[in-house]
């Protein structure tokens, strides 16, 4: 090709930035690039396209949204340091009331009420929990909160096969997972896939837990309509003008419709990793 005067654009570093907005809730935005082995995952064509074959509109996303942007692993980071480091972090959760809480809202309100016949969920889904082990250049340390959420997911999965007794399928999508975060996961029985295959996998069977969802996941969960819906209060939405994101204020509207919902009890650990949490489940749930 001939020479050209023009030049290239220069990278741009990724960088993951923790933004307060004013309902107090935590964000998370992030840019789209960034260096990082991609771990494996179970992601292929055919699972992608399954949800649309069965009947669900796939989740209406912005470019915003990478499939993967692995965060480099914190220099010393192993498996057995990671697995060791959970495990004490869930030992703390175990004892929270939050945690009591969310276990008792489960099995008296949510998989067993009023001893109807329920059928049991099969699927469940943690999105944006961040890295457990990442570490980058003017990222604020988020690993305690991202291991405690997983802590929390864990309860949720445990305490749905036990009062089922079937087994759950366990998943988790999240773009900075890096390999180290992959290993984890698989070692915990949780199986770690790309966008937008977690949104794909939610349906009237399934439970979703998105810790600090940014309003676009928001919207992707919602059109789903899971079953159970661990996250947070969705006033701000519902209170919007008609005019200001009508379709997913209608969402939204509908959505609350047809679910009730728990405010779950505050937990005052570091970066507030459950700020403001609210259970949703399913109105009058039962076997059809």
Same mark, same amino acid.
């Given at each position: 090709?001939?020479?050209?005067?023009?030049?290239?654009?220069?990278?741009?570093?990724?960088?993951?930035?923790?933004?307060?907005?004013?309902?107090?809730?935590?964000?998370?935005?992030?840019?789209?690039?960034?260096?990082?082995?991609?771990?494996?995952?179970?992601?292929?064509?055919?699972?992608?396209?399954?949800?649309?074959?069965?009947?669900?509109?796939?989740?209406?996303?912005?470019?915003?949204?990478?499939?993967?942007?692995?965060?480099?692993?914190?220099?010393?980071?192993?498996?057995?340091?990671?697995?060791? @480091?959970?495990?004490?972090?869930?030992?703390?959760?175990?004892?929270?009331?939050?945690?009591?809480?969310?276990?008792?809202?489960?099995?008296?309100?949510?998989?067993?009420?009023?001893?109807?016949?329920?059928?049991?969920?099969?699927?469940?889904?943690?999105?944006?929990?961040?890295?457990?082990?990442?570490?980058?250049?003017?990222?604020?340390?988020?690993?305690?909160?991202?291991?405690?959420?997983? =802590?929390?997911?864990?309860?949720?999965?445990?305490?749905?096969?036990?009062?089922?007794?079937?087994?759950?399928?366990?998943? =988790?999508?999240?773009?900075?997972?890096?390999?180290?975060?992959?290993?984890?996961?698989?070692?915990?029985?949780?199986?770690?896939?790309?966008?937008?295959?977690?949104?794909?996998?939610?349906?009237?069977?399934?439970?979703?837990?998105?810790?600090?969802?940014?309003?676009?996941?928001? =919207?992707?969960?919602?059109?789903?309509?899971?079953?159970?819906?661990?996250?947070?209060?969705?006033?701000?939405?519902? @209170?919007?003008?008609?005019? @200001?994101?009508?379709?997913?204020?209608? =969402?939204?509207?509908?959505?609350?419709?047809?679910?009730?919902?728990?405010?779950?009890?505050?937990?005052?650990?570091?970066?507030?990793?459950?700020?403001?949490?609210?259970?949703?489940?399913?109105?009058?749930?039962?076997?059809?």
């Amino acid at each position: 090709m001939p020479p050209t005067s023009h030049r290239r654009k220069k990278h741009i570093p990724n960088k993951r930035t923790e933004i307060l907005d004013d309902d107090g809730w935590t964000r998370i935005t992030s840019t789209t690039t960034s260096t990082g082995r991609r771990p494996s995952t179970t992601t292929t064509p055919n699972d992608l396209g399954s949800s649309s074959a069965a009947g669900h509109p796939p989740p209406s996303l912005s470019g915003s949204l990478p499939a993967r942007d692995p965060m480099p692993a914190r220099p010393g980071s192993s498996l057995s340091s990671m697995l060791a @480091q959970f495990r004490g972090i869930e030992s703390r959760w175990q004892a929270t009331e939050l945690c009591k809480t969310l276990v008792h809202v489960l099995e008296k309100e949510i998989l067993t009420g009023d001893g109807r016949n329920i059928d049991p969920i099969s699927t469940c889904v943690m999105l944006g929990s961040g890295s457990f082990c990442g570490d980058a250049a003017h990222w604020i340390d988020r690993h305690d909160s991202a291991y405690f959420q997983l =802590a929390a997911f864990r309860t949720v999965v445990h305490t749905v096969e036990r009062v089922s007794g079937q087994r759950v399928c366990a998943y =988790a999508q999240e773009p900075k997972y890096n390999d180290l975060d992959g290993e984890l996961l698989d070692a915990l029985n949780v199986t770690l896939v790309d966008h937008p295959r977690g949104f794909h996998l939610l349906d009237e069977h399934s439970v979703a837990y998105s810790p600090a969802a940014e309003r676009e996941v928001e =919207a992707a969960v919602i059109a789903r309509k899971p079953r159970v819906w661990l996250h947070r209060s969705l006033d701000y939405l519902l @209170q919007e003008e008609e005019e @200001q994101g009508s379709q997913t204020r209608s =969402a939204a509207v509908q959505f609350a419709a047809n679910h009730e919902h728990m405010k779950l009890p505050a937990l005052d650990v570091k970066n507030f990793p459950f700020h403001g949490s609210v259970i949703w489940w399913r109105k009058g749930y039962q076997r059809s």
